[in-house]
């Protein structure tokens, strides 16, 4: 299974054209959403059975009470990053989330693009497209559709926490919708760079209390209290190696 579901707003790579790809809008229908209930056991829980041997999960009490829309945030090491994200959240989320999604990465192939739309509701964003690009977004969270965002933008190639992009922190303000943290540890061991071939290894999760960012506050501001909550999640060797990587965009 392969899938880079990211988002990078506010950074442009030299010289990197953009790649602008139109949401498929059929993957929020009736029979798209049937679909994705219908077929979750074999399009997420299939996968995370077999590659997250064993998955131990933390703070599930923090999701008492939670419903959408909110801004899911998690660090971003591995492929399977969506369906573990999508594995622990409860029906009442899931069932309303879209994921955000690099266009130049999986909607380059037009064939690929659309499985993705329908298995997991992703849509395609621009990298470095601005605030443009988050329009789509912000229609999403208006009509009370949840998100799952990766705020690194990519996979972290080492583990380490990279530096947020503020498309985030942008949609939750303008929104008025929570933040809800989630860090996922040891993903990365189970398709290594370099490596051609997955394999199981141990992956530990933790879910975040809801952040609720007052209105006012800046992007910067509200994506530096984002990087915090995920450092909350993390494991202290983990946060010191980070926090001297993460400033806000």
């Known amino acids: 299974m392969q899938q880079d579901t990211s988002i990078a707003a506010g950074k442009t790579e030299e010289r990197a054209p953009l790649v602008t790809v139109e949401p498929y809008r059929w993957a929020l229908s009736w029979w798209a959403r049937a679909y994705r209930t219908l077929f979750r056991p074999?399009?997420?829980?299939?996968?995370v059975k077999r590659f997250c041997r064993p998955m131990t999960v933390e703070g599930k009490e923090n999701l008492k009470g939670v419903k959408g829309p909110l801004v899911v945030i998690a660090n971003h090491t591995s492929h399977v990053d969506t369906v573990v994200v999508l594995s622990v959240l409860p029906r009442r989320i899931w069932n309303r989330?879209?994921?955000?999604?690099?266009?130049?990465?999986i909607y380059r192939e037009k064939r690929k693009g659309i499985l993705f739309s329908l298995r997991y509701n992703a849509f395609p964003i621009t990298r470095g497209g601005?605030?443009?690009?988050l329009a789509y977004s912000q229609w999403l969270l208006a009509n009370n559709w949840?998100?799952?965002?990766?705020?690194?933008?990519k996979r972290s190639r080492t583990g380490d926490l990279l530096p947020f992009h503020v498309?985030?922190?942008?949609?939750a303000l303008e929104g008025n919708v929570p933040v809800l943290p989630i860090y996922i540890e040891g993903a990365l061991q189970i398709l290594p760079p370099g490596q051609q071939r997955a394999r199981p290894a141990p992956v530990k999760v933790r879910i975040g209390k809801p952040l609720h960012i007052p209105a006012g506050t800046s992007v910067g501001h509200a994506t530096k209290a984002m990087v915090l909550a995920m450092h909350d999640l993390m494991p202290e060797d983990a946060r010191e190696r980070s926090t001297a990587l993460n400033r806000p965009n």
């Open 130 to 133: 601005g605030r443009q690009a």
């Open 146 to 153: 949840s998100l799952l965002m990766f705020p690194e933008g």
């Open 42 to 47: 074999f399009d997420v829980l299939v996968h």
């Open 167 to 171: 498309g985030p922190a942008f949609l």
């Open 97 to 105: 989330m879209a994921i955000v999604a690099a266009a130049d990465r």
